[in-house]
């Protein structure tokens, strides 16, 4: 009877513990930077790649020297960012 009740456990603690984890995957092949966490999306930038940001959109450094060239278009409610050097993603609400 024992034994019963320490195969039981056993077998759901296996059962428990290979649920847990895993996650997915993405191929080393995709270049999509883009997550979104919380109801946010953030983008990694690639350094010479010019990005729109709108509204509520925010730079942040992820290298204390990043250098982050941020032009503001006066026609519209919007501005263009590039990495110039360094690493630094785009938060979007």
């Known amino acids: 009877m024992i034994y019963q009740y320490k195969l039981l456990i056993i ?34 930038m690639v350094i010479n790649t010019p990005y729109t940001l709108s509204k509520g959109d925010k730079v942040t450094r992820n290298i204390d020297n990043s250098r982050i060239r941020i032009e503001k278009n006066s026609s519209s409610d919007t501005s263009t960012a590039t990495l110039l050097w360094g690493q630094a993603y785009i938060t979007r609400n």
């Open 11 to 44: 077998v759901l603690a296996l059962a428990i513990f290979s649920a847990c984890g895993g996650g997915g995957s993405t191929s080393s092949g995709d270049f999509n930077n883009t997550q979104n966490i919380e109801e946010k999306t953030v983008t990694t």
